[in-house]
């Protein structure tokens, strides 16, 4: 049962600490999603890659949140220095041609 | 600015009822309009889709209309049941692949 897979689940970390979360799309996707969930502004697109290329980052506040795919079986989200208005659920999807299967999401605190 | 104005916020439905979301949207480039359904704790999972060259698909309990002059797209869940209740949002993308989400509509289908 072919799946996105999003680590950690959940994550607690103190304002100004670094935050990593990953991503493992769907084998043989090549378009992968950074959404961010909260209840003020639902689901907002931060980033979007296609063939491991970033084709749209204008969502994401660049001066704290950097996103990449190392390689195609590897998507991560980077948040540094992490702030309390960054707690939110973090979703990942991927696709192939218009559909997005999402993961399960990273809920992140920060304190 | 919302791409995808969604209504209502919640709705309430008797089991055996039919449910009715409706979404508004203005890009006349968006092509692919896409409906998800998202249980707590999960990620959105799509339930449905359609293109604006059909004016209704049908799945099984689920209906996309869509008004492509009107510029309007509804979802319809005929025979309602508990396990319905859920969030749901609509959602439209252009030939770029980015999703504009709308704001969600949180459905309880009561016994």
């Known amino acids: 049962d072919a799946r996105v897979t999003q680590t950690p689940r959940h994550k607690v970390t103190e304002m100004g600490q670094e935050v990593t979360m990953r991503c493992q799309p769907i084998l043989g996707h090549n378009t992968v999603f950074w959404y961010r969930q909260t209840m003020m502004q639902g689901l907002e697109l931060l980033a979007y890659?296609?063939?491991?290329?970033?084709?749209?980052d204008s969502g994401m506040p660049k001066d704290r949140f950097s996103a990449e795919m190392p390689d195609a079986t590897l998507a991560t989200l980077k948040i540094q220095p992490s702030e309390p208005r960054d707690s939110a659920v973090y979703f990942c999807?991927?696709?192939?041609?218009?559909?997005?299967?999402f993961g399960q999401g990273t809920r992140l605190t920060v304190v | 600015q919302q791409q995808v104005k969604q209504s209502p916020q919640s709705l309430i439905v008797q089991k055996g009822g039919i449910s009715i979301i409706n979404c508004a949207y203005e890009n006349t480039a968006f092509d692919y309009f896409p409906w998800y359904q998202q249980f707590p704790g999960k990620g959105p999972a799509l339930l449905i889709a359609?293109?604006?060259?059909?004016s209704e698909k049908k799945e099984g309990r689920f209906t996309i209309s869509f008004n492509k002059s009107a510029k309007q797209f509804s979802l319809h869940i005929m025979d309602s049941q508990p396990g319905d209740s859920a969030t749901y949002f609509c959602?439209?993308?252009?030939?770029?692949?980015?999703?504009?989400f709308g704001t969600g509509t949180r459905l309880t289908v009561i016994p």
């Open positions: 999807a991927s696709g192939l041609s218009r559909e997005a299967f």
């Open positions: 959602a439209a993308s252009t030939g770029a692949n980015n999703l504009f």
């Open positions: 890659f296609r063939n491991r290329a970033p084709l749209d």
């Open positions: 359609i293109r604006p060259d059909v």
